[in-house]
């Protein structure tokens, strides 16, 4: 039997103590990584538009998603916060990949632009070793399974911050789970802004490539 790919590679807790709060997280998106979701989303004549109708779709669904498990009160809703994040990064993950295959680029979708587009608002410091700016344009280079888990580590100890105030949100029953789906509304939002703008000049990018290549046999 062929060995798993690195990407599934959870990252080992040191003996003798729990595992840390970060930790989890980055366990956790690291298995997000593990494999990329599939989609039937086919090439858009308009694709700026198919996609932004795909953002708006997931933001709903995130909003619902986390507002609902938002809901139990107290020390069981604190419970809920890291099968929430996972949850939402599902939805924001297929959406990812639905946007791509809308700019026709799903076949060359990689685990560091999934990971680009999920956490560059959140983390941005975390890609300055794989990704690029390139005037109008992010590269987005390959990385190791080491590099993806240091980047994977790296957005945890972001998030786990950030978590004091989503489990303090538990402790309002309704009201809190508004706050927390309104949140997720925007977090999802800014997720589709930036694959849209990833996809978007790379499927331009990608066209002047392949006219420029059927030029040179004209």
């Given at each position: ?24 997280i ?32 997931a ?40 946007i ?23 983390a ?79 499927s ?15």
């Open positions: 039997m062929p060995d798993p790919p690195a990407a599934t590679t959870y990252i080992p807790a040191r003996k003798g103590r729990s595992r840390s709060v970060s930790e989890r980055g366990e956790s998106i690291i298995l997000l990584l593990s494999e990329l979701p599939q989609t039937v989303e086919a090439a858009s004549l308009a694709p700026e538009v198919r996609a932004r109708a795909i953002g708006e779709t933001c709903r669904k995130a909003a619902l998603v986390a507002g609902t498990l938002a809901l139990p009160p107290g020390l069981a809703g604190w419970l809920t916060v890291l099968p929430e994040l996972y949850a939402i990064w599902k939805i924001q993950a297929q959406m990812v990949s639905d791509s295959g809308a700019y026709g680029r799903r076949w060359q979708l990689t685990r560091e632009q999934m990971l680009f587009c999920l956490f560059r608002h959140t941005a410091q975390a890609f300055r070793d794989i990704a690029v700016r390139v005037g109008e344009r992010w590269l987005v280079r390959a990385a190791s399974s080491s590099a993806i888990r240091a980047i994977a580590r790296r957005i945890g100890v972001r998030l786990s911050e950030r978590g004091i105030a989503r489990g303090a949100a538990r402790w309002l029953p309704v009201i809190g789970a508004m706050g927390v789906g309104a949140y997720a509304w925007y977090d999802t939002r800014q997720v589709a802004r930036t694959a849209i703008d990833l996809f978007a000049v790379e331009a990018a990608g066209k002047a490539f392949d006219f420029d290549e059927g030029s040179l046999y004209d």
